[in-house]
Every structure is written in C-alpha cells, then in structure tokens.
C-alpha cells in the first residue's frame, strides 16, 4: 500500500499485530493482507492509497474458499 494526498491521520491499523502505523504521504507500506486483518483511522483532508495484491494471495484465497486451482499449477503438475 502507498499513501498519497494531502491529509493528516489515517492511521494504518493492524489488529493482530496489535499497531497502529502512522502513514504520511508516499509512505509504502507491505504486508499480507491475507493473514493480517487491517483497516485505518479517519483521515482529515485528501487521501488516496494504491494497494496491489499478488496473484498467489489471491489463489490462496479463492483455493481455500472454493478448492479452485489455477490453470498454470495443473499444467505444471500434468508435466510432472
């Protein structure tokens, strides 16, 4: 996640953690969204975050919930 914007606040929240990281602007922040629930304190002014997830996180994910592969793991494991 990176913070941007004009703002003051806004507060990283990571519960299991148990912190609170103060962002300010072009602040980067990583971490697995995955394992870490996490939300933020109120902003005052502009503020924007660019947040990218990976594409294992994401299968993590969908197979966990749904037992869903992705189409590159079963070609790989058929070339086995």
């Known amino acids: 996640?990176?913070?941007c914007g004009d703002?003051?606040?806004g507060g990283l929240i990571l519960y299991?953690?148990?912190i609170i990281l103060e962002v300010e602007a072009g602040d980067c922040v990583i971490f697995q969204?995955?394992?870490i629930?996490?939300?933020n304190e109120a902003a005052v002014g502009n503020r924007c975050s660019v947040v990218t997830f990976s594409q294992e996180n994401v299968y993590?994910?969908?197979n966990k919930k749904y037992n869903m592969e992705l189409k590159r793991k079963l070609l790989n494991n058929k070339k086995k």
């Open 7 to 9: 703002f003051s606040g």
């Open 33 to 35: 969204d995955a394992i």
């Open 60 to 62: 993590n994910y969908w």
């Open 1 to 3: 996640m990176v913070s």
């Open 16 to 18: 299991e953690l148990e």
């Open 37 to 39: 629930h996490h939300s």
